[in-house]
């Protein structure tokens, strides 16, 4: 069994879902996003974030997809991005709605599914130029052709915000985009109208011409609240400020500093290989950047940038048995070193993250953001799934178990 690898707390994880689905019951579905390798936890995941009240769920592609149904067989999977018209039949046996952003796509969809029944969602493009369509002539023919065809059902209709809208009337913007290229079609016969994201979600009261919502990052922990620090007289006179500019443009308000009783529900820990004296004078790593200025002990960690933690050094710590202990020295393609005291041992769990050390704090030692640590920390590490602190699942190396 490897010595680095991720945690994922399967309990967190439905506790997250359960606090997201509670909080905003107005929407019939709550679409949980799993692209990317779940943001880096893993498809397996899938069910404890069921289990938590998510009735939909999110992926980029039909790899992605597909990978969800190995572990669920029932719940709804959308494909957010149009998949290739040779993997239709894949979509149709696994029961996989997929997108419509084009009337090209969806003619080269109907020709090659006439002994199908696929779900599809139409995108419309309200103002981020990505994909979906942008004129609602177009979209009232899609509607149209997908009524007449037999092989496809309209189950939904989707856009996606560029921006949260807090200075600008971008949302807004989006908003009207929405309704003028829905205008030509009755949107109350689509069952599943969404539009949204974690920010979104969380920082705008539900459109009333949706009944659904995608969240994606604050189902694995993480509140993405807007803030606004009401201490001090800057921080009054910038609200004020705020308010301002927000009604002289009247934008749509937002939602400021909302609680939400999610964690985190990823961990990371590895373990020491190695302990070493180092003499006064002697160097640590690479390019001998760190010299010893006194007698030392250093501890090494089979962990390095080649794991997703980034190459920055600077201020880095890590917890072994509760307490805080620095790196030294330059940081390797597959070790570290730590500065430790006598109490260290080998093969001491080490923890990366978790137990106080957020992703944030993670991501910060290398200048980074969450999201793109949470996916590189998932692309090379074995992921131990957790439920009441025991293993009950491992991916990514074979279980020595059994």
Not at 80 to 98: E, M, Y
């Amino acid at each position: 069994m490897i010595k680095t690898h991720l945690e994922i707390d399967l309990d967190q994880a439905e506790k997250n879902a359960k606090v997201l689905k509670e909080k905003y019951s107005d929407y019939k579905y709550l679409i949980g996003v799993l692209k990317s390798n779940a943001y880096g936890h893993g498809e397996y995941i899938v069910n404890a974030l069921v289990k938590g009240g998510i009735n939909y769920i999110a992926v980029s592609y039909i790899e992605e997809a597909l990978k969800v149904r190995k572990y669920n067989k029932d719940i709804p999977i959308l494909c957010l991005q149009p998949i290739l018209v040779d993997d239709l039949k894949l979509a149709n046996d696994n029961d996989i709605t997929i997108t419509i952003n084009t009337l090209d796509y969806l003619r080269k969809v109907i020709s090659n599914s006439k002994s199908f029944k696929l779900k599809v969602h139409i995108k419309l493009d309200t103002g981020m130029n990505r994909l979906g369509f942008k004129d609602k002539n177009e979209v009232k023919e899609a509607v149209d052709i997908i009524k007449e065809s037999k092989g496809l059902i309209l189950e939904g209709i989707y856009s996606h915000f560029a921006t949260v809208g807090m200075f600008t009337k971008n949302f807004d913007n989006q908003v009207e985009e929405f309704k003028n290229l829905t205008s030509l079609i009755d949107l109350n016969k689509v069952p599943i109208v969404h539009f949204g994201s974690s920010v979104i979600t969380i920082s705008h009261k539900k459109l009333n011409f949706c009944n659904a919502t995608r969240v994606g990052i604050a189902l694995y922990g993480y509140n993405v609240s807007l803030t606004e620090n009401t201490g001090g007289l800057k921080n009054k006179l910038r609200i004020l400020r705020n308010r301002y500019y927000q009604k002289k443009y009247n934008i749509s308000p937002v939602l400021v500093n909302q609680k939400l009783d999610i964690k985190p529900c990823i961990s990371m820990y590895t373990r020491i290989i190695e302990i070493k004296d180092v003499k006064k004078g002697e160097y640590v790593g690479y390019g001998a950047t760190y010299k010893a200025l006194e007698d030392i002990k250093i501890a090494i960690l089979p962990i390095g940038y080649y794991d997703g933690i980034g190459s920055n050094n600077n201020h880095r710590f890590v917890l072994i048995n509760g307490k805080k202990y620095y790196a030294v020295g330059s940081m390797a393609m597959n070790m570290m070193a730590i500065k430790i005291d006598e109490t260290v041992k080998i093969d001491d769990k080490v923890c990366i993250l978790g137990e106080g050390i957020t992703p944030r704090n993670l991501a910060l030692f290398d200048n980074r953001g969450v999201v793109p640590l949470l996916l590189e920390l998932g692309k090379t590490n074995s992921h131990y799934y957790l439920k009441k602190g025991k293993i009950v699942h491992i991916e990514g190396e074979e279980d020595e178990n059994k």
